[in-house]
């Protein structure tokens, strides 16, 4: 089987950015990347994947459906690295978060990283980064950017998150993915991005916080999650 190149999945329920857009300025990016586009079945996708034969189409009701779906197609489909593209981000950022894969399992595009842009985002910046220190906090993660959209997984990890388990909404899973990246010794390492500002959804926030303080709660208070381990032969993780 051929390598295959390496994938970005784009949810297309956002009005951030046109699809066709989003799609256009990936594949014009001087590295090759195939698309998956997570979409609610409507025309503009199916047309996206029928013109183009780098895209692709997973239809699902709804975001929460979709995100859990198109990691279990991309292992299936032989994917080696899969890119999550929040639709607010720039796709400028992708090449950047792939040449960081050398010695890496996970990498996050970091709006709260040492050398991120801070003049930009005003409340709305300081709001997410109080969250965020929160949920460090609560759950003794490293990542400073829990509930970043923009990261590149390499496929061994993404085979051995636990995803039955954890939340299926946008920011819960964000979160809970990387928490369980970190407690399995995976290489996770943050670059810095520019910020982009959108409007988090109460519901997905309120899910996001229920899930940190009940973690927090289990593992860090009672200590019920014992931390995984890497195997010797190095193909991926053990919980």
Not at 48 to 59: G, M, P
Not at 85 to 103: F, I, K, N, T
Not at 144 to 159: K, M, Q, V
Not at 197 to 210: G, I, K, W
């Amino acid at each position: 089987m051929a390598a295959r190149l390496p994938l970005v999945v784009l949810p297309s329920w956002s009005e951030a950015q046109p699809p066709t857009r989003l799609v256009d300025a990936i594949l014009a990016l001087p590295i090759r990347f195939d698309v998956l586009l997570v979409d609610p079945a409507n025309g503009d996708a199916d047309r996206l994947a029928r013109e183009r034969d780098e895209v692709h189409v997973l239809h699902a009701p709804t975001p929460d459906d979709g995100y859990l779906a198109a990691y279990r197609w991309a292992l299936e489909q032989g994917y080696t690295h899969v890119l999550e593209l929040d639709p607010h981000a720039s796709p400028q950022q992708l090449p950047v978060l792939l040449g960081e894969m050398d010695g890496a399992d996970l990498v996050v595009g970091s709006r709260f990283a040492e050398k991120s842009e801070r003049a930009a985002g005003g409340w709305r910046r300081a709001l997410s980064a109080g969250g965020n220190r929160l949920t460090q906090a609560f759950l003794g993660l490293a990542t400073r950017d829990c509930t970043s959209g923009l990261r590149c997984y390499r496929s061994a990890l993404l085979e051995c998150i636990p995803w039955d388990a954890i939340p299926s909404r946008e920011y819960g899973l964000r979160v809970s993915a990387l928490y369980y990246a970190e407690r399995m010794g995976a290489r996770v390492r943050e670059v810095p991005v520019g910020w982009c500002a959108h409007r988090t959804p109460p519901r997905a926030a309120l899910e996001a916080f229920s899930y940190v303080t009940r973690t927090a709660f289990h593992d860090r208070i009672l200590r019920r999650l014992r931390p995984a381990r890497r195997t010797r032969a190095g193909r991926g993780w053990t919980r």
